[in-house]
Structures are given as C-alpha cells and as structure tokens.
C-alpha cells in the first residue's frame, strides 16, 4: 500500500510539473451509482468556455497514464500539449482499474477469458465502462457547449472511445491510438460492430507491427466510419507507439475541422 501511495504522489508531482493547475477530483456517479475516479486538469489561460477533452486509459493501465510522460502511453506529454492549448482534461478510471481494481477479477484475466469463450465478464467491463464515459460527458458539458469535445483513447481506451463516439453526437472530436481488434461476437463491445455512428472527426493511430490488430483489421475499421474528416497514420512500431505520435496528434488537431 505505501508503494502504490508513493507511486501516485510521484504521478500527481509529475502532473503539475506539466499542467498549469495540478489535477483536482471530481465526483461522477455511474448509473448504477457506482463512483467513478476522476480526475480535471485545468487549462493554461481563463478562458470561459474551453475545449473539453476525455482521455481514456489502456488494458491493465489507469488514469495516471494521462500524468506521466513514460512508456507505454507517454500520456503526459499529450496532456501537456491539450493544457497549453487550451483543453479542460478529464481523466478516469475504467471499471476494474486504478481505484476501481478488483482482485477477484483482474482485467488481464478477463480477457483471456474472453478470448477462451467466456465473453460476459470482459463485454460487462467494457459496456460499463462506455456508459461511465457517458456519465462523465454529460456532467462536464452540463449547461455549456464547448467549441470542441475531443475524445482520445489508447488501446483499450481507443476501443472505448469508438463505442463512446458512436453514442455521443456531442463528440466533435476522436483520436483513437492502436485499437485492438474485437471479434465482432463480442456484441456491443466491438468497435467493428458500431462503426456506422462514427460521423466525428477522427484520427486513427495504428502499428505496423500490433500484435492486437493486423493491417486488414485496421483498414477494415477505418473504412467502415462514415466520417468525412477522418485520416490515419501508421507508426514502425509494437503495440506501444513511440513517443512520436504526440506530434502526429498536434498537427492534426491544428488542422482538424
């Protein structure tokens, strides 16, 4: 327990030496009434109405990989580059990570499950964890309009943000980071199965060498949203992008519609 205490006030250090104002909690109820951890960064300047982003963490990860500039997800110098610009960032916890780990039902686990057959438990942790989402965006853009919803997700996070984005008309903007390939038996917890709601505008992120999705996959995903302003952008990588794909994200945010 004092490791993981250490740990996660390294992490918050690491947070306010990249953002103007350190992340705060905020209190967000599932429907379910389950509370979701979730933390805001606020942006550089004061503006009164600023661009909101949701940031969505990988498989066995947490929030905090919004807050450190490390492998795998470099995340911290993605939020950095949002706070600069402007963005108010949320960050969460999906079901069954970070403040929410169950021990009895690790999300490592789930998945191999999943892959075996038994393919409740891990839809169950992805649904939730869209409709957590949900409740976050509707209480973050309660009683306001912002000029831009962007949402970004890594691995896990990508595939929850298609499925996010595909329920939100609100998401304006979508940048999703080497999805991982769901067999569409997996129902509404597969991307590829709800790809006609992504109108956003979108980036796609993917790996030349993913172990989690092939080249065809990726296409296949990225041809089936009906978005007009969609691009994608391959990296010589693993499933873990280098660091580079930060700056791949800022151009197209500075470009994007």
């Known amino acids: 327990m004092m490791r993981s205490l250490l740990l996660g006030l390294w992490l918050l250090s690491t947070s ?3 953002a103007a104002r350190p992340a705060v909690p905020m209190e967000v109820r599932a429907g379910d009434g389950e509370r979701i951890p979730v933390q805001v960064l606020e942006p550089e300047g004061d503006a009164a109405n600023p661009p909101v982003a949701v940031l969505l963490h990988g498989l066995t990860r947490s929030k905090e990989d919004w807050l450190a500039d490390a492998p795998p997800t470099h995340g911290g110098a993605l939020t950095e580059h949002l706070l600069k610009s402007g963005y108010r960032v949320y960050i969460m916890d999906a079901r069954r990570h970070g403040e929410r780990a169950t021990p009895e039902a690790r999300p490592g686990q789930l998945a191999k499950r999943a892959h075996a057959g038994d393919t409740a438990p891990y839809q169950a942790m992805i649904v939730d964890t869209v409709r957590d989402a949900q409740a976050l965006l509707a209480k973050a853009l309660a009683g306001s309009k912002p000029p831009r919803v962007l949402v970004a997700g890594y691995s896990m996070g990508a595939q929850v943000g298609l499925l996010l984005a595909s329920r939100e008309p609100r998401v304006t903007h979508l940048v999703t980071l080497v999805p991982p390939h769901v067999d569409p038996v ?4 597969a991307p590829v199965n709800q790809m ?7 980036l796609l992120l993917t790996a030349a060498h993913d172990t989690f999705s092939t080249a065809e996959n990726n296409q296949a995903l990225f041809d089936a949203a009906p978005s007009k302003h969609k691009a994608r952008e391959s990296f010589d990588s693993g499933h873990a992008l280098p660091r580079e794909y930060v700056d791949a994200v800022r151009r197209w945010l500075a470009e994007a519609r």
């Open 16 to 18: 306010a030496a990249h």
């Open 186 to 189: 997996l129902g509404d917890a």
């Open 196 to 202: 006609g709601g992504i109108h956003q505008s979108w």
